[in-house]
C-alpha cells in the first residue's frame, strides 16, 4: 500500500487498483466462521486491491447495553487484530486502523445524515432485528443505532472505496450506501463512487449446535486462538446425527455436520473414508470428533504460531495501528475537505 499523492480524490490510494474497504465490530477474539467466511477472502484480496481494514469501534458503541462494556473495546481491538495478522493481513500491503482514530468519519457521518431519508434507515432488515433483540421499540432505540448503515457508509466513501468485500447479511448496508451515494451526487455533484458488495464464495460454516451458522453469540463456535486441546474438547461437544444414539447404529453423514467440516478440513481421501466408516457404523462419532479436531488443529497451526509470534513483539499492535490511523486520516481529510467545498461548508 503506499500512501496517498497528490491527487487523492480521483484515487485515495494514489494507484489504479481499486480500492477495498471492509471492517469488523471488536467483539474479541474471531471463530473459524469469521475466517473461512470473511478474513480469508481479506487476505487474499491484498494482491489486487489496495485494502484498507478498519476496527468498528464506534459501532460496537451502537448496541452497548451498560458502561462496563466500553472497558471491553479496546482489548477486543486487540485480540481482533492479532487474529487478522496472524492470518496474513500485511500492513506492509493494507491500511488496518481504529475507526474511531480517524474522527472525520464521524464528520461525513453527520453530513451524510442531511441526504439520508429517515425511511431508509428504519426499513433496513438488520435494524428490524436489533431492535427487536434488545428489546427496545423505535420510539426508546438510540438514535445511534439508526444511524448505523450511515456510519458504514461514511466509513467506506471516506476513503472513495469502490469494492466491499461482506457477508451476505450486510448486503442491504451496501445497498443503502450505494443510495445515500447516488443522492450526495446528484445533489452536490459526482464526489464518491458506488461502493459494490463482493460476497465470498467460501462454505458457510455451521457451528457446533449443527444448525446454525457458527458464532460467538450463540456460543457454537471454535475460535482461531485457542489451544488445540480446547477445539479437541468443544469440537467433542458437537452435536451430531440425533438418531445414531449408539454405536452400532450406522449414521447419516449427509445430516451431520461433523462430515460437513470434514469436508473442508480433512481432505478427500480422508472424507471419503468418513462416509464408509459412518456408513456401516466401523466408526463412532467420538472418533469421528477427534479425528476433525486434528484436523482443524492442524489448518490453523501455522496460523497460530505466527499469533504467538506477533503477541509477543511488545507495542507491535498498537504501534500498526497508530501508523494505519495516520495513513487513513491523510485520506480522511483529503475528502473532508472536497466535502466541506461542496456541501458551502468551511
Ligand atoms: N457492520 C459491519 C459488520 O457488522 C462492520 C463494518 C463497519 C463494516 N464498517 C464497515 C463492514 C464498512 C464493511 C464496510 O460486520
Ligand atoms: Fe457424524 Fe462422524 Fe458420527 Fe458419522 S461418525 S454421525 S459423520 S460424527
Same mark, same amino acid.
Given at each position: 500500500?503506499?500512501?496517498?499523492?497528490?491527487?487523492?480524490?480521483?484515487?485515495?490510494?494514489?494507484?489504479?487498483?481499486?480500492?477495498?474497504?471492509?471492517?469488523?465490530?471488536?467483539?474479541?477474539?474471531?471463530?473459524?466462521?469469521?475466517?473461512?467466511?470473511?478474513?480469508?477472502?481479506?487476505?487474499?484480496?491484498?494482491?489486487?486491491?489496495?485494502?484498507?481494514?478498519?476496527?468498528?469501534?464506534?459501532?460496537?458503541?451502537?448496541?452497548?447495553?451498560?458502561?462496563?462494556?466500553?472497558?471491553?473495546?479496546?482489548?477486543?481491538?486487540?485480540?481482533?487484530?492479532?487474529?487478522?495478522?496472524?492470518?496474513?493481513?500485511?500492513?506492509?500491503?493494507?491500511?488496518?486502523?481504529?475507526?474511531?482514530?480517524? #474522527? %472525520?468519519?464521524? !464528520?461525513?457521518?453527520? @453530513?451524510?445524515?442531511?441526504?439520508? =431519508?429517515?425511511?431508509?434507515?428504519?426499513?433496513? +432488515?438488520?435494524?428490524?432485528?436489533?431492535?427487536?433483540?434488545?428489546?427496545?421499540?423505535?420510539?426508546?432505540?438510540?438514535?445511534?443505532?439508526?444511524?448505523?448503515?450511515?456510519?458504514?457508509?461514511?466509513?467506506?466513501?471516506?476513503?472513495?472505496?469502490?469494492?466491499?468485500?461482506?457477508?451476505?447479511?450486510?448486503?442491504?448496508?451496501?445497498?443503502?450506501?450505494?443510495?445515500?451515494?447516488?443522492?450526495?451526487?446528484?445533489?452536490?455533484?459526482?464526489?464518491?463512487?458506488e461502493p459494490q458488495a463482493k460476497l465470498t464464495d467460501a462454505p458457510l460454516l455451521v457451528g457446533l449446535d449443527g444448525k446454525n451458522k457458527m458464532?460467538?453469540?450463540?456460543?457454537?463456535?471454535?475460535?482461531?486462538?485457542?489451544? #488445540? %486441546?480446547?477445539? !479437541?474438547?468443544?469440537? @467433542?461437544?458437537?452435536?451430531?446425527? =440425533?438418531?445414531?444414539?449408539?454405536?452400532?447404529? +450406522?449414521?447419516?453423514?449427509?445430516?451431520?455436520?461433523?462430515?460437513?467440516?470434514?469436508?473442508?478440513?480433512?481432505?478427500?481421501?480422508?472424507?471419503?473414508?468418513?462416509?464408509?466408516?459412518?456408513?456401516?457404523?466401523?466408526?463412532?462419532?467420538?472418533?469421528?470428533?477427534?479425528?476433525?479436531?486434528?484436523?482443524?488443529?492442524?489448518?490453523?497451526?501455522?496460523?497460530?504460531?505466527?499469533?504467538?509470534?506477533?503477541?509477543?513483539?511488545?507495542?507491535?499492535?498498537?504501534?500498526?495501528?497508530?501508523?494505519?490511523?495516520?495513513?487513513?486520516?491523510?485520506?480522511?481529510?483529503?475528502?473532508?475537505?472536497?466535502?466541506?467545498?461542496?456541501?458551502?461548508?468551511?
Amino acid at each position: 500500500m503506499t500512501q496517498p499523492t497528490s491527487s487523492p480524490s480521483d484515487n485515495p490510494t494514489g494507484s489504479h487498483k481499486g480500492v477495498i474497504f471492509s471492517g469488523m465490530r471488536p467483539t474479541g477474539l474471531l471463530h473459524l466462521g469469521n475466517y473461512m467466511g470473511a478474513l480469508q477472502n481479506w487476505v487474499a484480496l491484498q494482491e489486487h486491491y489496495n485494502c484498507i481494514y478498519c476496527a468498528a469501534d464506534i459501532h460496537a458503541l451502537t448496541t452497548l447495553e451498560n458502561g462496563e462494556e466500553a472497558n471491553q473495546i479496546k482489548p477486543n481491538i486487540e485480540d481482533m487484530v492479532l487474529d487478522w495478522l496472524a492470518a496474513g493481513i500485511d500492513p506492509e500491503k493494507s491500511i488496518v486502523f481504529v475507526q474511531s482514530q480517524v #474522527p %472525520e468519519v464521524m !464528520t461525513l457521518h453527520t @453530513l451524510l445524515g442531511m441526504v439520508t =431519508p429517515l425511511g431508509w434507515l428504519t426499513r433496513v +432488515p438488520t435494524f428490524k432485528d436489533k431492535v427487536r433483540q434488545m428489546h427496545e421499540t423505535e420510539e426508546t432505540v438510540n438514535y445511534g443505532l439508526v444511524g448505523y448503515p450511515v456510519l458504514q457508509t461514511a466509513d467506506i466513501i471516506l476513503y472513495k472505496a469502490d469494492t466491499v468485500p461482506v457477508g451476505q447479511d450486510q448486503v442491504p448496508h451496501i445497498e443503502l450506501s450505494r443510495e445515500i451515494v447516488r443522492r450526495f451526487n446528484n445533489m452536490f455533484g459526482e464526489t464518491f463512487p458506488e461502493p459494490q458488495a463482493k460476497l465470498t464464495d467460501a462454505p458457510l460454516l455451521v457451528g457446533l449446535d449443527g444448525k446454525n451458522k457458527m458464532s460467538k453469540t450463540l456460543d457454537n463456535h471454535l475460535d482461531l486462538a485457542a489451544t #488445540p %486441546e480446547e477445539t !479437541t474438547k468443544r469440537v @467433542l461437544t458437537a452435536f451430531t446425527d =440425533p438418531e445414531r444414539v449408539r454405536r452400532e447404529i +450406522p449414521g447419516r453423514p449427509e445430516i451431520c455436520n461433523i462430515y460437513s467440516l470434514h469436508k473442508i478440513f480433512s481432505g478427500a481421501d480422508a472424507t471419503e473414508t468418513v462416509y464408509k466408516e459412518c456408513t456401516s457404523a466401523q466408526r463412532g462419532c467420538v472418533d469421528c470428533k477427534r479425528h476433525l479436531a486434528d484436523g482443524i488443529n492442524d489448518y490453523l497451526k501455522d496460523l497460530r504460531a505466527r499469533r504467538e509470534e506477533i503477541k509477543a513483539r511488545p507495542d507491535y499492535v498498537q504501534e500498526l495501528l497508530h501508523e494505519g490511523g495516520k495513513k487513513a486520516r491523510a485520506i480522511a481529510k483529503e475528502t473532508i475537505a472536497e466535502v466541506y467545498e461542496k456541501m458551502g461548508l468551511g
